[in-house]
């Protein structure tokens, strides 16, 4: 039976790359990129925090090493660059309530930050390994995709305040969808499971910049005002650092994307919710991408994309599949091994919100599917 932890193995990359636009499950190398503007007079103290933080990350799996400069033309722009030996560790840690509070002394230094990861592709003066599982190899293949970065917010609301949360995602109107002449909002669907909500983006151009003009839109900031009461968590958009802490728990970045070289015109777009057990979700994001690079090939699947999005034990799968199609929780998984495997990483008294959860390890097609409700999905007329 195949191991559900085993890596992708490099002939599976290297066939499936045409369709897979974007992937953290090859193995390749990561290099990620912080960019710091910091406040004025307080070079000091984000030194000291920083040296800080550096021997608190140097024990985390996966990590190699980091880099501190700082800029030759203003002394408030300081560059932070690490490597890792994969992205899985680094997004584990990152994506992590460790995460918030190990960076939690930086934040009194600094005014604006930005983010960027980058799997290695080239690198001069290197052995000449391509990337291969558990090597911390390079990327073997340059992915080309259709151009839009994909992003999702996840959060719960309370109990029993469902159906009006509902109404709410579903009647607001939508923001202007071009931000300027590279940046576009191509593309928002809003779903349910439960009291958990699920918003995914797709954005043409810098998801940032999205992302701002959107928050900055009056019938946005009116729907997020609607929704503070029924939220379990509180927050405050007036308080900007409590407004940050907010979006990044609720930030579910997607970590793998596929689609098929079929037509897309009759596409129906579904959600569908796999709660992780403790520790796994990472692992169940995996094999679900495994599934899906496999079921791609196949001529004869409905499924014509596939996004995986993945934060700690929540796991969301968003496809594109073929219409009429009501139940597309397991396409591609005929491997018994594979679909024993998803069973495995389920939390089974989380799986089913409004049904008996399945017997712990039972067969994956005894699972109910884990769909959520579609509230809303909206293009943007010229996208």
């Not at 940032?208 to 019938?219: D, G, N």
Request: glycine share 8%; with cysteine; charged share 25%.
């Amino acid at each position: 039976m195949t191991s559900t932890s085993e890596r992708v193995s490099e002939p599976f990359i290297r066939e499936a790359s045409h369709r897979v636009s974007q992937s953290v499950f090859d193995g390749s190398r990561l290099r990620v990129v912080l960019l710091v503007d910091i406040h004025d007079g307080t070079q000091q103290q984000f030194l000291e925090a920083y040296e800080q933080l550096c021997s608190q990350i140097a024990s985390l799996p996966g990590h190699v090493s980091d880099q501190l400069c700082q800029s030759i033309e203003n002394s408030t722009q300081w560059l932070i660059t690490s490597e890792w030996e994969s992205a899985p560790p680094f997004l584990t840690w990152v994506n992590s309530e460790e995460h918030i509070r190990m960076v939690e002394p930086l934040r009194t230094c600094v005014r604006e930050t930005r983010s960027l990861r980058f799997h290695v592709v080239r690198e001069t003066g290197a052995p000449g390994a391509a990337g291969g599982p558990g090597t911390g190899g390079l990327q073997a293949v340059a992915r080309v995709g259709d151009g839009l970065v994909r992003h999702a917010l996840t959060f719960t609301v309370k109990p029993g305040s469902e159906r009006t949360v509902a109404e709410i995602l579903a009647g607001y109107a939508s923001p202007a969808s071009r931000v300027d002449d590279t940046t576009q909002l191509c593309r928002t669907s809003l779903f349910m499971h439960g009291n958990r909500v699920v918003r995914a983006i797709e954005v043409r151009g810098d998801l940032v910049t999205a992302l701002r003009h959107v928050a900055r839109q009056p019938e946005v900031r009116a729907v997020e005002e609607a929704l503070n009461p029924y939220l379990e968590q509180d927050r405050d958009l007036d308080d900007p650092e409590a407004a940050r802490l907010f979006f990044t728990r609720a930030a579910l970045p997607a970590v793998h994307h596929v689609a098929s070289d079929r037509d897309s015109a009759d596409a129906v777009r579904q959600a569908l919710y796999y709660p992780a057990r403790e520790g796994c979700g990472m692992r169940l994001a995996e094999l679900l991408a495994r599934q899906d690079e496999a079921a791609s090939a196949d001529p004869l699947t409905p499924l014509l994309s596939s996004t995986i999005f993945q934060r700690d034990d929540i796991v969301v799968r968003l496809v594109d599949v073929r219409g009429g199609l009501d139940n597309v929780a397991v396409p591609g998984l005929t491997d018994h091994g594979r679909a024993t495997g998803l069973a495995e990483l389920l939390d089974p008294q989380a799986l089913d919100v409004d049904g008996p959860a399945p017997r712990d390890g039972g067969p994956a097609h005894h699972l109910g599917a884990p769909l959520m409700t579609l509230v809303t999905d909206r293009r943007a007329p010229d996208a």
